[in-house]
């Protein structure tokens, strides 16, 4: 059975600090991606990451992906408020193509 | 990028009734995939459309309690069938979006389902 999970599934977070999600998977697959979902709105693209090793930069936001460890993180920096939303990290599945399995959702709160 | 429009946005539905919700892309997809958001979860996939086949669904989802259509390669219809207050849920729509570059998944706003 395919498993995503994602922590920490709460993330409380102080301005101009840093810190880490993790997304730990249990099968192989050809792409992981990282979406950011504002409460009462619809999903927004982050990242897509395609290949071991890829790492990708917005903003304060980076993303990187080791298919060995079947491990991706989103690591923010220096955290301001409008960073505050809940982000999920969703596998491809390797099945059938463009379906994704998410993860639970890591729900990120930044304050002062 | 690909822009997907979802109707209605948000509805309160009674018990027993049947609400479709539509899904419009202004560009041509090859499949489009239908998700629920059960409230404070995260997303799960029900199904599959595909245009000039039947869709296909994932394990805990059936097509009497959700069919679905895809009349043509840039729209769908999902309806939620004799509604309880368990399916009171978001449901989007999802596409690749050839516009972002290959790869990309992208939603649509997402249907806010309310049953009473």
């Known amino acids: 059975e395919l498993k995503v999970e994602q922590n920490p599934l709460f993330l409380s977070m102080q301005e101009g600090k840093n810190y880490t999600i993790y997304c730990n998977y249990s099968t192989t697959s050809d792409r992981l991606y990282w979406y950011r979902q504002d409460p009462g709105k619809s999903l927004e693209s982050l990242f897509v990451?395609?290949?071991?090793?890829a790492v990708k930069q917005e903003g304060r936001l980076m993303a990187s992906l080791d298919t060995k460890a079947r491990l991706s993180t989103l690591h923010i920096t220096a955290a301001v408020h409008d960073l505050s939303a809940t982000y999920f990290c969703a596998l491809h599945r390797t099945d059938s193509w463009g379906k994704l399995q998410f993860g639970a959702g890591t729900q990120v709160v930044v304050t002062p | 990028s690909a822009v997907i429009s979802q109707k209605p946005s948000r509805d309160i539905c009674q018990r027993g009734t049947s609400l479709t919700i539509q899904c419009q892309v202004d560009?041509?997809?090859?499949?489009m995939f239908w998700y629920r958001q059960q409230p404070g979860q995260s997303l799960t996939l029900i199904a599959t459309?595909?245009?000039?086949?039947?869709?296909?669904?994932e394990s805990g989802f059936v097509i009497d309690k959700f069919p679905i259509s895809r009349p043509n390669l840039t729209f769908s219809t999902l309806t939620v069938s004799n509604m309880s207050p368990e399916d009171s849920s978001i449901y989007l729509c999802s596409v690749e979006d050839h516009g972002s570059g290959a790869n990309v998944l992208t939603f649509g706003a997402g249907s806010r389902l309310t049953v009473l």
């Open positions: 990451l395609l290949s071991n090793g």
């Open positions: 459309a595909n245009q000039g086949s039947e869709a296909t669904y």
């Open positions: 560009s041509q997809v090859t499949m």
